[in-house]
């Protein structure tokens, strides 16, 4: 069944619809199937894997031409689908790199840890809201963030933190779903939540409120528009964005830009 329409049950207030407890809690229960299920995403790593070559096209050729590792992280890693893309764009580049990825849930990371990494790669478990440059052996080059930023309520100061942990001339992508200033994105994200997802969450995780929640945190992110002016406020330049091809056009973005060089 395929319905463009929100069901009865579903349209009370965003509380209702949040994973009770934290997010990354809530993405522990899933973690084991995660993989599983953005496996049946078509174009789920293509699209992560488009933005990571963005990434690097972006990298500065001081940095890439520096003499040592470019530094990546990827914030909001989960199971490590978003660190395998950086990876594979990082190694078609021949750019020589180490990665960290940083994600709250203990559930997810482990996933991440048990898979093969030709580079060196690491994960930390912390809250991307509040980790300092420290805790992460800061700066970085590079900042990724895919499918993280609308699980954030303080995303202003998230990206404050991420300012903080490039070096100047880094970059940040963030790849997320963005349907507000479409009408017609919104149609589609409906009808592939409430026709696929949402059907399909409730085989592989039939307790878990997280695919019910994804569908409601999409809806209620912040349009393109709002995105790249936050970045803007948080003191980045050169911002900007671009959808993706097939049926995702309007509804998946790359946002770029970057931490100003020193004067
Ligand atoms: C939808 S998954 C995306 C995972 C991965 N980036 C990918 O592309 O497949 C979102 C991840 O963000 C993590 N997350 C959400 N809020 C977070 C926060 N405040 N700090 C750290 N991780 C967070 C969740 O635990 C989850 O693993």
């Known amino acids: 069944m395929t319905t463009t329409t929100e069901p009865r049950t579903s349209t009370g207030p965003e509380r209702r619809e949040r994973p009770a407890g934290n997010v990354p ?37 001081t940095v890439t031409s520096g003499g040592r590792p470019v530094r990546v992280a990827d914030l909001g890693c989960g199971s490590g689908a978003s660190t395998a893309a950086l990876q594979a764009a990082l190694e078609a580049a021949g750019v020589d790199a180490e990665l960290v990825g940083v994600d709250g849930s203990a559930g997810m990371l482990a996933q991440a840890r048990r898979k093969r990494w030709s580079l060196p790669a690491r994960f930390v478990q912390a809250d991307a809201e509040t980790v300092e440059v420290t805790d992460l052996d800061g700066p970085y080059d590079a900042v990724f963030a895919a499918y993280l930023f609308r699980n954030v309520a303080a ?3 998230l990206l404050g933190r991420v300012h903080d942990l490039l070096v100047p001339g880094g970059v940040l992508v963030v790849h997320e779903y963005s349907v507000r200033e479409s009408r017609r994105a919104r149609a589609t994200w409906d009808a592939v939540c409430w026709g ?19 569908w409601r945190s999409v809806r209620d992110f ?6 790249r002016s936050r970045m803007v406020a948080a003191g980045l330049d050169r911002v900007r964005s ?3 091809g097939g049926w995702q056009n309007g509804v998946l973005h790359t946002f770029l830009g970057h931490r100003p060089e020193d004067r």
């Open 242 to 244: 671009r959808t993706v």
């Open 222 to 227: 912040d349009s393109t528009l709002v995105m």
């Open 196 to 214: 696929v997802v949402v059907p399909l969450g409730l085989v592989t995780a039939p307790r878990s409120p997280i695919y019910r929640y994804l």
């Open 155 to 157: 995303r202003d100061r």
């Open 25 to 61: 809690e809530a993405f522990d229960a899933v973690a084991s199937t995660y993989d599983l299920m953005v496996a049946l995403n078509p174009g789920y790593h293509a699209h992560l894997r488009a933005s990571a070559d963005d990434l690097v096209a972006a990298l500065p050729t």
